[in-house]
């Protein structure tokens, strides 16, 4: 099992980035997949996640309104919309997945199994 996390960058606060999570070595359609931040100095954080159909996804609270989840199984790749970024949405995002088949999904970290490299977001002027 191995995830890709990528599309980070430099934005402006306003701005916008598309984040992709790209999986291999395993058929990821009935899996859940998870988006988590770590911000220098803080706690990891989750963020969103999007269970295995695409049926249901889940936001914290700080990125609500904002944030986009969602994905493509035909190209194992789960995407995450950054819209209006706040200088307080800097961090690693990293993406995760279960070592099983899940109905739900969770933005909690104990949940998950595998995790990709992380991909750093900066907002800053």
């Known amino acids: 099992v191995q995830l890709q996390a990528s599309g980070g960058g430099l934005v402006q606060p306003g701005g916008s980035l598309r984040l992709s999570c790209a999986a291999s070595?395993?058929?990821?359609?009935?899996?859940?997949i998870g988006w988590f931040r770590r911000a220098p100095g803080k706690e990891r954080e989750g963020v969103s996640c999007i269970t295995g159909g695409g049926g249901s996804t889940y936001y914290a609270d700080s990125v609500k309104g904002r944030f986009t989840i969602t994905r493509d199984n035909a190209k194992s790749t789960v995407y995450l919309q950054m819209n209006s970024l706040k200088p307080e949405d800097t961090a690693v995002y990293y993406c995760a997945t279960t070592a099983s088949p899940a109905r739900g999904c969770w933005i909690s970290f104990v949940a998950y199994d595998y995790w990709g490299q992380g991909t750093l977001v900066t907002v800053s002027s």
């Open positions: 070595g395993f058929s990821m359609d009935n899996y859940a």
